[in-house]
Each structure stands twice: as C-alpha cells, then as structure tokens.
C-alpha cells in the first residue's frame, strides 16, 4: 500500500499559505485490489446498506403511477394460469400427473415470474441507473442484485394465492416443503448470474433489450410448467436437467402440490448449472465493471 500526501498552496487572503497547509492536509491512501472490484466481501459488507435502498427504491419505482399497484405482481401468474389451464388443461388435455391443473401450473409459475422478473429487471438496471453508475463509487453489483430481491416481494404475493388455491382443492405440501428455500434459492443465483451477464452486455450492445423478452418466452416453454416429464426417461431427464430452472419448478411442484419428486440426479444437475451462471455472470460482470462509466 502507497501513501501519498497532497498539501493545498491556495492563496486566499486572509488565510495564509502556511494556515491552508495546516487545515487541508490530508491522505490519499492507493491500495493495491485483488480479485473482483465487485464482489469484495468486506466491500459488500461495507455498502450493505445501500443494497437495502436500491431494493426499496426498487419496488416503489415499479408500480409507481400504476392504477392496479402491487396487484400486478399476482395478476400476471394467475391471468398465465387461467389460459395455461383452458389451453393445456382442457383443449389440449396435457396431463398434469394427477394434480389439479391450475395448481400444477400456478406452483410452476410462481417460481417461474420471480426468476423471468429479476433477470429482465436487472439485464436494464445499468442503462436505467446510468447517472448513478456514473457519478458515485459503489459495488457495481449492487445495482443487479436489487432488481433480484425486489422481485422476491411480488414472489410472496403470488405465493399467497397459491396457499389459497391449496386450501381451495384441499391439498397440503408434503414433507418436501422444508426444502422450499433452497429451490428458491437456485432461482435467485440463476436470475443473479443471467441478469449480471445481460447487464453488462446491455451498457455495450443495446440491443440486448430487446433480446431478453424473447429469450425468456422460449426458456418458459423449455421449463416443465404447463406439462410433465414424467414419461420422459433417461438420460434425457437428466439433460433436461440443465435448465436450473427446471429443477426449480419441479421442485416447487414436488413440495406444493405433491407431484413426483424430481430425481436426484435432475436437481443436482440444475443446481450445478445455476451455481455455474452465477459464478460465469458475475466474473464476466466484474471483468467490465471498469468500461461501464465510459460506455454507458
């Protein structure tokens, strides 16, 4: 670590040059970085608390100046899940493994919006932070992860209606509910490490806006939401793996509603595919994160 003094010789009457030198030193401490500029724990730790205001302003500015508000966040699953269930349910007759087909689907899309939801959010929050990217010093980071845990808010809306479409048709989670957390969890790094790749590639190619819808409405029919796996066997099972969103729906519909349980080997592989997407998302955001000020 180098320290450099930097001493003011401004000459302003009354004050003396030698009374500026007295009041106005101080240090500038240049301290070699290792690693990631964004993902310095201490550094993270440190700016803890602006994550937290990044996530309020976060869900303000969303439903800001909206005429429906928060309502949003449970209108979209369930308007999905009323055509998913008229389609798929009743015209196409896709079978739903014996669970009633608004909740085979609504258990899906509940984890399917708050993944779809972070990434587009945070695949724009660089372009649509570009004064505050620009003017301050901050992780970087930051500004991906808040669209992720505001997201996790309309999460828990719409999770609330489907505890009531449970109660509706009488169905309890099975014992598999305790590992609730964790597919919740496999949802947010996927969101986390997509959204933070999306990120940086919006601030240099703008036309990735204008990508991410699209490639998110082929990953929906992809994932396991309107229909089953379970004549599908191996290995293409297991391949099917690789989309970490599918071991997420397939877990969340497991613990729910008690579909089958998703196979080990599945789950293992979605895990690893969604550990796999943070971690490329987030050195790919942290090798940019020095162009960003200039090229946004």
């Known amino acids: 670590m180098a320290r450099l003094r930097a001493v003011s010789t401004i000459e302003a009457p009354p004050r003396t040059v030698e009374a500026v030198r007295d009041e106005d030193d101080f240090d500038v401490v240049v301290e070699r970085t290792h690693g990631l500029p964004s993902v310095r724990p201490a550094e993270l730790w440190a700016y803890r608390e602006l994550l937290y205001f990044l996530t309020w302003r976060d869900i303000k500015v969303r439903y800001k100046q909206t005429v429906l508000g928060v309502s949003w966040a449970v209108l979209q699953p369930v308007l999905a899940m009323i055509l998913f269930t008229i389609v798929f349910g009743h015209v196409a007759k896709v079978s739903s493994s014996g669970i009633p087909y608004p909740i085979f689907s609504y258990s899906a899309l509940v984890a399917w919006y708050f993944f779809a939801t972070s990434t587009q959010s945070a695949s724009n929050s660089l372009v ?86 699209f490639l998110l409405q082929l990953w929906l029919f992809a994932t396991p939401i309107v229909y089953s796996i379970d004549k599908l066997h191996e290995p293409w099972r297991t391949l099917f793996g690789i989309n970490p969103m599918a071991g997420v729906v397939l877990g969340f519909r497991w613990a729910l509603a008690g579909g089958a349980a998703p196979s080990g080997l599945l789950v293992l592989a979605s895990a690893l595919s969604g550990l796999v997407i943070l971690v490329a998302g987030v050195l790919y955001f942290g090798r940019t994160e020095k162009t960003f000020a200039d090229v946004i």
């Not at 992860?145 to 169905?171: E, K, N, Q, R, T």
């Open 128 to 213: 649509g932070n570009t004064q505050l990217v620009t003017k301050v010093y901050f992780p970087r980071i930051f500004v991906v992860a808040s669209p992720v845990l505001g997201a996790a808010v309309d999460f828990a809306l719409a999770f609330l209606i489907l505890v009531a479409l449970m109660v509706y048709y009488g169905i309890a989670p099975t014992i598999g509910v305790v590992a609730l957390p964790a597919f919740f969890l496999l949802a947010a790094a996927a969101a986390t490490g997509l959204g933070a790749w999306l990120a940086a590639l919006n601030v240099k190619y703008r036309d990735v806006r204008f990508v991410v819808p």
